[in-house]
């Protein structure tokens, strides 16, 4: 699946959550981040720490991808 937007990496985060049965105050805890930085990345919020974003995405099991640029 290819995101281009962090509403759309929020708005998938927030489905992972929930279908995984945990709250953000759960997520918050699990991950080491606040709950507002939960929020906040749920919401689309485009400056938010990277580092914390690659551990709330590991602890939901997400993994991410990078791809080289087409011609190279």
């Known amino acids: 699946m290819t995101m281009k937007t962090m509403k759309e990496i929020g708005a998938f985060v927030a489905a992972t959550r929930k279908h995984q049965g945990a709250t953000q105050l759960d997520?918050?805890?699990l991950s080491g981040v606040g709950r507002r930085f939960v929020v906040e990345l749920e919401a689309g919020k485009e400056s938010l720490h990277a580092g914390k974003v690659?551990?709330?995405l590991e602890t939901l099991g997400?993994?991410?991808a990078l791809e080289e640029p087409r011609g190279l």
Do not use: T
Request: proline content about 0%; hydrophobic content about 65%; charged content about 10%.
């Open 54 to 56: 690659l551990r709330v």
């Open 62 to 64: 997400i993994g991410l």
């Open 27 to 29: 997520l918050a805890q």
